[in-house]
């Protein structure tokens, strides 16, 4: 995994920024955001980046794991909105 550099005053789950190809990416620990134990940085970790947007707005985001089961590449096409619910969430 590339070295991340840390951003201050940024939420706990936020673990910093990767440079990748020239573009910086958010890294998100998942296990943070989901209320657990911190992940620990080691050889097993792997970074995920989720790209969002159409071709006008792209953006992207790296998902801190500690496990990778499987790669899939979902067109648009197929993913559902948020439910309403989520519309506010933080």
Do not use: C
């Not at 840390?6 to 209320?35: A, H, M, Q, T």
């Not at 097993?44 to 794991?65: K, Q, S």
């Amino acid at each position: 995994m590339q070295e991340l550099t840390l951003l201050p005053e940024s939420p706990p789950y936020i673990r910093g920024v990767i440079n990748l190809r020239g573009k910086l990416i958010s890294v998100l620990d998942l296990s943070l955001w989901f209320g657990r134990e911190e992940i620990v940085l080691g050889d097993r970790i792997a970074v995920i980046v989720v790209e969002t947007g159409d071709e006008t707005n792209v953006n992207h985001l790296g998902i801190m794991v500690e496990n990778v089961s499987e790669i899939v590449d979902i067109s648009a096409a197929n993913v559902e909105s948020a439910p309403d619910m989520m519309a506010h969430a933080e």
